[in-house]
């Protein structure tokens, strides 16, 4: 039993030979996207299982708050218990123009895939997702606002890959996501094209949203198409 739960505990946190494995890449990471004075410090770490492309000072914007500190960001580490036998790799994925800002530290934990090309992404700070996140910005953009929270296997995605034709016609498949601040989207959850959360609110498990509901705060939404159904909440960890 105590060596079960020893073996879980690796993979909430990360271990001394996934940080050691990892700090050659970190190192160059953080000199490609900080100003030096910043890069020394190596706030960001990034697991040696990343993939990075098109990865520069211009495509990948992070603004501290405050000074940043040795190692309070990670990209590719990490993840909660549950995602033990998930795949350790990560991918980040930047071209044609995309761009992506994180405004403060931020957490995205093994598996993640970020994908911007011809959009923006845009992340408040204190921003977390788990494991298998896949954040999906085409041709739009995505904002997130300051202490969201993804649970493992969401998505945010804002085109639909292919087209659907009515009546003979092409429909846009393409629109921008907005989420404000302290959101939680639960684990399972998707957020589509033209989604929209304002601040406070809930994606329950495995919802999908792909429009905007409503423009309040402190909502629980859930369901196939997520729907409201309750008012006045709100969450904490």
Known sequence: MNKLIKKRKTHIHPSFWELFLSFPKSIIFNLKVLPFKQAIRVPIFVSYRTKLIGVNKKSFVVNFCDKPKFGSCRLGISGSESGHLIPKKSLVLIRNGGKITINGVFGFSRGVYLHCDEGTMTFGNNFKANYNAHISCEHSSIIIGD???????????????????????????????????????????????????????VLAYNSILGKKVSDKDHLLYAGQPARIVKENIDWKV
């Open 147 to 201: 202490g969201c929270s993804l649970g493992w296997d969401c998505t945010i995605k804002t085109c639909d890959g292919h087209h659907i034709l009515v009546n003979g016609e092409e429909t846009v498949n393409y629109g921008p996501i907005e989420i404000g601040n302290h959101c939680w989207v639960c684990s399972k959850a998707s957020i589509l094209k033209n989604g929209f959360l304002g601040s406070d609110c």
